[in-house]
């Protein structure tokens, strides 16, 4: 008869956290950022046809970083889940939060009781009907929710990329200032990312029923090139923005909390 | 709910009456118990107006194509027998950005089919990632109504019509169905449920090749109009109410739904127009009532 050997559960959460993290860090790396008018997605990603960015409902988007048949599965299950939840209730009653927490279940099932966890880190964004109230959740590859409030980057390299958004960040910004800070974190000051190895998203108050849609290359290239506009025009936005920043430094803690989790993860949790 | 993940080999990929059926939400379309003492009536009795039936059914709506896209109308009467059950029924409806779905029948299971309809073809282009082609639209419309045939032998027919812009060809495509699920392109116009007929001659009395926009539009309404003339279960424009019916356009540009206001100008053209074909027509019992 043998006798399997004694492995601490501690060693088995540490290596398969460290197998998750090299996975994701294989990757390329995206950016989310609330601005004025709804949620904007950035994405690292020369494939045209193969998304990290997609819709999952009117006003809900997906994103996904790290292995991609294993996102995949994960957005088209979302995409099911917030269908099904619309057809048998109403349109309405499909929201963000709830289908966060069904993934940050499902990953923190995957790892704790399969053998190989998932090597994903997804976004779940939700448009509110207002601003100052959109949602992003970020939900780690172990089953960790946080949910940003105003930005959130996943991804191997996050936490440099974070840095650069913090400092970049403005409330109230507009599309194009929005997306040239998240392309000028995601690509660091070592190289530049042209509109061919991006794939932009947005979800937008604008866009009607259906709030999500693509930036096609032709609009990329436009409002990269755009003339940056003085700041100082978003007065009206202050009183928000010194609302959110209240709130916002216990915010980036978690942020940083989460990505400094997942650049040297200890515990599991 | 739980988050619906299947292995691969039981995926239901992007057909989202599958996925229905996977979750056990789907919606039996078997035939009621206890109602074949009555007998299979005729089938299209609800969707031509040959049997009054007691079950609600919505009545006229028309399809036809112009230069650079389609037009569906259809009226906002709906009857319960011999009495009126909605005045403002809405019988027209977006299948998806660029196709557009019409109904006839009884309202029950006519509105459910169009609300699964308009959700398959969104989850499919969601899950695939693009959107089906207007043909696959037309035969994923004609799978529901085929399904629904035992319903149909009931006396609870849906027919439906379906039309929208072909990207592939650029031009705008109609499809007519029977209760059977068969369906079959028209080339130019198609008018069905009981005032179907009426509306039908008057579209082929104005039809030509090649009618811009808004003659299209005009050609739709009189024929609306014509059906409500003849036709009992057709609503004409309510002008106390202030309802009239319902308009989309789709093209290049996607499915549009006119305005009230539009409509109602359209209307008041249409009847000034006629007021003044027949002047003397009015104290002799030709008034509109």
Redesign the interface.
Known sequence: MTVPFYVAPEQVMKDRAEYAQKGIARGRSLVATIYRDGVLIVADNPSR?L?KI???YDRIAFAGVGKYNEYD?LR??????A??????FSREDVDARSLAN??A??LGNVFTHEMKPLEVEILVAELAAVPGNDQLYHIAYEGTITDEERFAVLGGEAEPIAERMEQAWRSDWSLGEALRAAVAALAGPDRTLGPSHLEVAFLSRENGRRAFRRLTEAELVTLLEEQPTDGRQDGAGQDAASGGAEAAPGSSGTGSASSSGASGRGTAR | MPLPLFSPAEDPGPDFKALLRRTGLAVPTTPLPGASTTGPRDPLGSATGQSPSTFMHGTTVVALRFAGGIVMAGDRRATEGYSIAHRAMEKVFPGDRWSAVAIAGVAGPAVEMVRLFQVQLEHYEKVEGLSLSLEGKANQLAQMVREHLPMAMQGLAVVPLFAGYDHRRQTGRIFTYDVTGGHYEETDFQATGSGGRDARTTIKLGYREGLSRDEAIDLAIEALFEAADEDAGTGGPDLVRGIYPLVAVVDADGYVQLEDSDVAARFESLIARKRKERPGGMSSGGELR
């Open positions: 046809s998304h997609s819709e999952i599965q088209v299950a979302g995409v099911r889940h269908d099904t939840k619309g057809y048998a069904l993934y279940q499902h």
